[in-house]
């Protein structure tokens, strides 16, 4: 029986890859125009949108946004309350 392949995805904050399900997706809902999209966590992987991986830990997202790691993946600016917002959401994550 042969193996199966484990998808693998490289977190935009520390670039280390990962196993695809062990990372959390941050997506840009598509839009008519760039300004009405939004960007949210992701928890399915599921969700439709252009998507950036990182892992589940504050560090990273610190990294992501230090480096504009989100930024270049999403393909736009990305304002300082969503990074507030993301920091939220993503310490919601860490208590799981």
């Known amino acids: 029986m042969a193996n199966k392949k484990i998808p693998m995805r490289q977190c935009v904050?520390?670039?280390?890859?990962?196993?695809k399900k062990?990372?959390?997706r941050v997506i840009k809902t598509a839009a008519e125009d760039e300004a009405s999209s939004q960007?949210?966590?992701d928890a399915t992987g599921r969700k439709n949108g252009r998507g950036a991986y990182?892992?589940?830990?504050?560090?990273?997202?610190?990294?992501?946004?230090k480096?504009?790691?989100l930024e270049r993946s999403l393909k736009m600016p990305i304002p300082k309350e969503?990074?507030?917002t993301l920091t939220k959401e993503m310490e919601k994550f860490e208590t799981r």
């Open 13 to 19: 904050g520390c670039r280390e890859l990962k196993p």
């Open 54 to 65: 990182v892992c589940p830990n504050s560090e990273c997202l610190r990294a992501a946004i």
């Open 22 to 24: 062990d990372m959390i």
């Open 67 to 69: 480096n504009k790691g």
């Open 82 to 84: 969503v990074y507030d």
């Open 39 to 41: 960007i949210v966590l």
